[in-house]
């Protein structure tokens, strides 16, 4: 990746003095083969922001992560978060499994929050509990989940930490009034103070208490930054969401009065997608107006106030790093930074926002910086999500992989990285979900979106880079991202030339190998979500799009009594009866009983799984 050479602002000690009166307030293979008993047990320090973009260039303007984690460790350039919005992100980052097994679907009740985050029985069975049963301690400030409030903060508290001081609800996104809540104590109001200067003195001090300690330690910062500005009112949670009467307020972030007057002329890049002449995706968003003058030059102050707001997490990164230095643990720690989903703003038309399944709002930041990591590399050919951020974390520490997860562990170490990229063994794919609204986070066109429900499939190999989709209202989506990176011309549209080809080949060939492989996905658990193919094909014949492409399987994904993706309505939760087919009751395997060598057929699952009727 690219980073711009930009004017380094270092206020580290400008922050610290201006807080010092706050108080303390698939082939899953690791850096080092070495047993866990002969080496010493790893750190592991984690910045997790929030709407971080990786297209829009926003780390083009951190200078200090550049310094300390880009020059110094790995970019993994193809890595994406599966649900596109926050809470559900993270719970699978924190469980190592897909929104559609966590059924956290949503920000807030009735699908989704810390409310149901708790009654899904995760509260005492995700990560930083299996850590602490492993011997770690576990140290965790800022945004934990969306719903996590003044009112429930204890009832109960979050399990599994060490020490922790929570961003709480209806406060969270309120950059000059935050509200923290350390260990047992009550909420502490900060209004006036920066929320991540406040946020960067918590992490110091937890840093600290964690090397005090003596013990191996995992440690979480997660700043707002650069989310949107929100302002709740005290009732915003109470009740399910009504589109009609939102109780909070969006505007743009707002940034550290020191880094105010930064990046006067910075604007959203002008790709071929931002705010195109012709309606672009499909659903809601193809009928999407083009953006006027008044429109763009207010998104590009957003994009600038964005990039502000992360001048403050470039302070915290060089914070972390120098007293990590300090404390003589730097060699033996981890540094990873990473967002919850990604953003868009312009692009397609739409308005600033995240929610939907194309490239800005799904493919993420992931830098790692540690022992055996190589520094200054970008690591290219491999997919990786964030279902496979907690398998990774457990490879990294020596601890054993859950059979359950539905991710597996990303080789980190340069040879071993390339090592599976050549030899094909990992796996390609990233599958992507989403249920209920979508809405701007702008002053304009920021009315919520109905039935932005979808189902994805990212897919990318040798010879391919493709996006495919099916929406609740049952139109798809095919891209070639080889020629068209911005995603702007449905293969699969009525209004396209049906003579396009998909990867080199006729669209309808492809659209009907990605199908079937998101019919595997789009209810998958562990092994199935890691190993999609081996589920169409139990032979092993096929391990990626290119082995299904041999003609020999025409028929057999070609069939017009295949079983599609598609579903029976839009909801905006996981309903088993919206989903429509799934493969557990629908899919069927190549490679019949009775047949000879080179006959070819096939068995529907007829209501089993492969491996139990086999």
């Given at each position: 990746?690219?980073?711009?050479?930009?004017?380094?602002v270092?206020?580290?000690?400008f922050a610290g003095?201006a807080?010092?009166?706050?108080?303390?307030g698939?082939v899953?293979?690791?850096?080092?083969?070495?047993?866990?008993?002969?080496r010493?047990q790893?750190?592991?320090?984690?910045?997790?922001?929030?709407?971080?973009d990786?297209?829009?260039?926003?780390?083009?303007y951190?200078?200090?992560?550049?310094?300390?984690?880009l020059?110094?460790?790995?970019?993994f350039?193809?890595?994406y978060a599966t649900?596109?919005?926050?809470?559900?992100?993270?719970?699978?980052?924190w469980?190592?499994?897909?929104?559609?097994?966590?059924?956290v679907t949503?920000?807030s009740p009735?699908y989704g929050?810390?409310?149901?985050f708790?009654?899904?029985?995760?509260n005492d069975?995700?990560?930083?509990v299996?850590?602490?049963q492993?011997g770690y301690?576990?140290?965790?400030?800022?945004?934990?989940?969306?719903?996590?409030t003044?009112?429930?903060?204890?009832?109960?508290?979050?399990?599994?930490f060490?020490?922790?001081?929570?961003?709480?609800?209806p406060?969270?996104?309120?950059?000059?009034?935050?509200?923290?809540?350390?260990?047992?104590?009550?909420p502490?109001s900060?209004?006036?103070?920066?929320?991540t200067?406040?946020?960067?003195?918590?992490?110091?001090?937890?840093?600290?208490?964690a090397?005090?300690a003596g013990?191996?330690?995992f440690?979480?910062?997660?700043?707002v930054?650069?989310?949107?500005?929100?302002?709740?009112?005290?009732?915003?949670?109470?009740?399910?969401?009504d589109?009609?009467?939102?109780p909070f307020e969006f505007?743009?972030?707002v940034?550290a009065?020191?880094?105010?007057?930064?990046?006067?002329?910075?604007?959203?890049?002008?790709t071929a997608n931002?705010n195109?002449?012709?309606p672009s995706?499909?659903?809601?968003i193809?009928?999407?107006?083009k953006?006027n003058s008044t429109?763009?030059?207010?998104?590009?102050?957003?994009?600038?106030?964005?990039?502000?707001?992360?001048?403050?997490?470039?302070e915290?990164?060089e914070g972390?790093?120098?007293?990590?230095e300090?404390?003589?643990?730097?060699?033996n720690t981890?540094?990873?930074y990473?967002s919850?989903?990604?953003?868009?703003i312009?692009q397609?038309?739409l308005?600033p926002g995240k929610s939907c399944g194309?490239e800005e709002d799904?493919?993420v930041?992931?830098i790692?910086r540690?022992p055996?990591?190589?520094?200054?590399?970008t690591a290219?050919?491999?997919?990786?999500?964030h279902?496979?951020?907690?398998?990774?974390?457990?490879?990294?520490?020596?601890i054993?992989?859950?059979?359950?997860?539905?991710?597996?562990?990303?080789p980190v170490?340069?040879?071993e990285f390339?090592e599976v990229?050549d030899a094909g063994e990992?796996?390609?794919?990233?599958?992507?979900e989403y249920?209920?609204?979508?809405m701007?986070?702008?002053i304009y066109?920021r009315?919520?979106?109905?039935n932005n429900t979808?189902?994805?499939?990212?897919?990318?190999?040798?010879g391919?880079?493709?996006?495919?989709s099916?929406?609740c209202?049952?139109?798809?989506?095919?891209?070639?991202?080889?020629?068209?990176?911005?995603?702007?011309h449905?293969?699969?549209?009525?209004?396209?030339d049906?003579s396009l080809l998909a990867?080199?080949?006729?669209?309808?060939?492809v659209a009907a190998?990605?199908?079937a492989l998101?019919?595997?996905?789009?209810?998958?658990?562990s092994?199935?979500?890691r190993r999609?193919?081996?589920?169409?094909h139990?032979?092993?014949?096929v391990?990626?799009?290119?082995?299904?492409?041999?003609?020999?399987?025409?028929?057999?994904?070609?069939?017009?009594?295949a079983t599609r993706?598609?579903?029976?309505?839009c909801?905006?939760?996981?309903?088993?009866?919206?989903?429509?087919p799934?493969?557990?009751?629908?899919?069927?395997v190549?490679?019949?009983e009775?047949?000879?060598?080179?006959?070819?057929?096939?068995?529907y699952?007829k209501?089993?799984?492969?491996?139990?009727?086999v």
């Amino acid at each position: 990746m690219h980073i711009s050479a930009v004017t380094a602002v270092t206020a580290i000690g400008f922050a610290g003095a201006a807080a010092a009166n706050l108080g303390q307030g698939q082939v899953p293979l690791g850096p080092s083969r070495q047993p866990q008993s002969q080496r010493r047990q790893p750190n592991v320090v984690f910045v997790l922001t929030d709407d971080q973009d990786a297209h829009l260039s926003s780390l083009d303007y951190m200078p200090l992560v550049k310094k300390h984690l880009l020059d110094r460790g790995t970019y993994f350039s193809h890595h994406y978060a599966t649900t596109a919005v926050c809470c559900p992100s993270r719970v699978t980052l924190w469980t190592g499994k897909f929104a559609h097994n966590t059924n956290v679907t949503d920000v807030s009740p009735p699908y989704g929050g810390y409310p149901k985050f708790v009654s899904q029985g995760y509260n005492d069975n995700y990560f930083p509990v299996w850590l602490q049963q492993a011997g770690y301690n576990t140290y965790y400030t800022g945004k934990l989940f969306n719903v996590h409030t003044v009112e429930n903060y204890n009832s109960p508290a979050p399990g599994g930490f060490t020490g922790s001081d929570f961003l709480l609800d209806p406060y969270t996104y309120n950059y000059l009034n935050s509200t923290f809540q350390r260990n047992g104590e009550g909420p502490r109001s900060y209004e006036g103070h920066y929320s991540t200067d406040v946020l960067a003195e918590k992490a110091y001090s937890l840093l600290d208490e964690a090397v005090d300690a003596g013990k191996p330690f995992f440690l979480v910062a997660a700043p707002v930054a650069p989310h949107a500005n929100v302002v709740m009112n005290e009732t915003a949670h109470e009740a399910p969401r009504d589109p009609d009467n939102l109780p909070f307020e969006f505007t743009e972030p707002v940034p550290a009065e020191r880094h105010r007057h930064l990046f006067k002329d910075a604007k959203v890049p002008r790709t071929a997608n931002f705010n195109p002449d012709q309606p672009s995706g499909a659903n809601w968003i193809h009928a999407l107006p083009k953006q006027n003058s008044t429109n763009v030059e207010y998104n590009d102050h957003f994009y600038r106030q964005r990039l502000r707001s992360l001048q403050a997490v470039d302070e915290l990164v060089e914070g972390l790093i120098s007293r990590l230095e300090a404390h003589d643990v730097l060699d033996n720690t981890y540094f990873v930074y990473s967002s919850d989903n990604g953003y868009h703003i312009g692009q397609h038309r739409l308005q600033p926002g995240k929610s939907c399944g194309y490239e800005e709002d799904t493919n993420v930041p992931l830098i790692v910086r540690g022992p055996g990591v190589a520094e200054g590399y970008t690591a290219e050919g491999v997919v990786t999500t964030h279902a496979d951020l907690a398998p990774t974390f457990f490879e990294l520490l020596g601890i054993a992989q859950r059979e359950d997860f539905d991710g597996a562990a990303i080789p980190v170490a340069k040879a071993e990285f390339e090592e599976v990229r050549d030899a094909g063994e990992r796996r390609e794919h990233a599958g992507i979900e989403y249920w209920g609204l979508a809405m701007g986070e702008g002053i304009y066109n920021r009315n919520p979106r109905e039935n932005n429900t979808y189902k994805a499939l990212r897919l990318s190999g040798r010879g391919y880079n493709l996006y495919y989709s099916v929406w609740c209202n049952n139109e798809h989506e095919l891209y070639d991202l080889a020629v068209d990176s911005g995603q702007l011309h449905n293969i699969l549209s009525s209004s396209e030339d049906t003579s396009l080809l998909a990867a080199g080949y006729p669209a309808h060939k492809v659209a009907a190998r990605l199908d079937a492989l998101l019919l595997v996905l789009k209810t998958c658990a562990s092994e199935t979500c890691r190993r999609p193919w081996a589920q169409l094909h139990p032979d092993g014949e096929v391990r990626s799009l290119t082995d299904a492409l041999a003609p020999r399987y025409d028929d057999f994904y070609e069939a017009k009594s295949a079983t599609r993706v598609e579903y029976a309505y839009c909801a905006n939760g996981f309903l088993e009866d919206a989903e429509g087919p799934t493969w557990q009751a629908n899919g069927r395997v190549f490679g019949g009983e009775g047949k000879g060598e080179g006959e070819y057929g096939y068995e529907y699952l007829k209501g089993g799984r492969w491996e139990d009727w086999v």
